[in-house]
């Protein structure tokens, strides 16, 4: 079944996970493959908590099989970190990196720490580079190259390529697409032949209601300061749509760590609720294609991410994508 065999039903097909250090652009990449904000995005590190699932179908003209469908896993940035909820991020990263059929680190080319190799030797990410013979093949992203000298980009793509045997390394920018296609047939190439796992059209296993709290909770990274936004969860508490699927009523409530940061979150006379809440239905309005009505609520449950418990009732471990 190894061998391709001309049989249709057979195609490339496997789980790719999308691996590296917070803020290399994971999430930015999945959204771009796979055109749709399907995973919250932000200039802060540590923005996605969970590993999220994107399915993806591409073509690989004149070769046999001619199309993949690739599973790509989004994963937390990889760092050392106490606390359940830090933990659970971790956990979740390497878990993907282990089960998946194709490793995709994804390098920042314009990071210091990204530009050095030997920064995954260290032990908060060495797990990621997967070692010996025989082991789940890894492509390295050079992302960020939109920003960099392409001069400087040589030695990084020859360092790169040295970290494990039939590494590959293909520079790309997540942000504005460059040679994000062919980074996708070089995973593409890697997986092994056999029957699509997902069926297809079908792009991820989240519900529409989670994707809604990362787009809003992608609205408290860019609104809020530097820490308040790792000490927020989102949970949508009502959905009521029209018969007809053109309205959404979406009721939110924005969970914090303590009494103190819940004036925080509402801001003077309510000023910033009300600006993250026109900021986040233009987004999901736009990502879920139709007219939605917002309501945002601010609730205190204390140190909600200390308790393992408490991470689950928020949806942290709820998801299905395992390979
Ligand atoms: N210039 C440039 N910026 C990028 C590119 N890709 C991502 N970014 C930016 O990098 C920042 C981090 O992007 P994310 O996609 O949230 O990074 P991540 O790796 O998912 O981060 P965590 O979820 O925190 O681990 C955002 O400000 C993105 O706009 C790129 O190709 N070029
Ligand atoms: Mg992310």
Not at 1 to 11: A, L, N, Q, V
Not at 62 to 75: C, G, N, V, W
Not at 192 to 206: C, Q, S, Y
Not at 207 to 225: C, P, V
Request: a neutral charge.
């Amino acid at each position: 079944m190894s061998e391709p065999t001309g049989d249709i039903s057979e195609i490339r097909a496997g789980f790719c996970a999308i691996v590296g250090l917070p803020n290399v652009g994971k999430s930015t990449l999945l959204n771009r493959v796979l055109e749709r904000r399907l995973v919250a995005v932000s200039s802060k590190p540590q923005t996605t908590r969970d590993r999220i699932l994107g399915v993806h179908a591409v073509e690989l003209p004149d070769e046999t099989p001619d199309r993949a469908q690739i599973a790509y896993l989004d994963t937390p940035g990889v760092q050392d970190g106490r606390g359940p909820l830090r933990r659970y991020m971790r956990e979740a990263s390497l878990a993907a990196a282990a089960e998946a059929d194709v490793v995709l680190l994804l390098v920042d080319a314009m990071d210091r720490r990204g530009r050095a190799p030997d920064r995954f030797s260290e032990a908060d990410v060495a797990p990621l580079v997967p070692k010996g013979e025989g082991v789940t093949p890894i492509v390295v992203g050079l992302n960020k190259v939109d920003r960099v000298p392409k001069l400087e980009l040589l030695p990084l793509i020859e360092a790169w390529s040295a970290i494990a045997p039939n590494t590959e390394v293909v520079p790309i920018s997540a942000l504005n697409g460059d040679n994000v296609a062919s980074l996708e047939r070089v995973i593409a190439r890697r997986m092994p032949v056999g029957p699509p796992l997902f069926p297809e059209g079908m792009i991820t296993d989240r519900s529409s209601q989670f994707i809604a709290q990362e787009i809003i909770r992608e609205q408290l990274y860019h609104q809020l300061g530097k820490e308040l936004p790792y000490a927020c969860a989102v949970q949508v508490e009502t959905w009521n749509e029209k018969p007809d699927r053109s309205e959404l009523s979406i009721g939110a409530v924005i969970v914090v760590e303590r009494a103190s940061q819940k004036p925080i979150v509402v801001g003077r006379q309510g000023h910033r609720i009300r600006e993250l809440g026109i900021a986040a239905r233009t987004a999901l309005a736009e990502a879920l294609g139709k007219t939605v009505h917002l309501s945002l609520f601010v609730k205190v449950l204390e140190e909600w991410s200390r308790g393992e418990a408490m991470l689950r009732r928020l949806g942290y471990g709820g998801g299905e994508s395992k390979p």
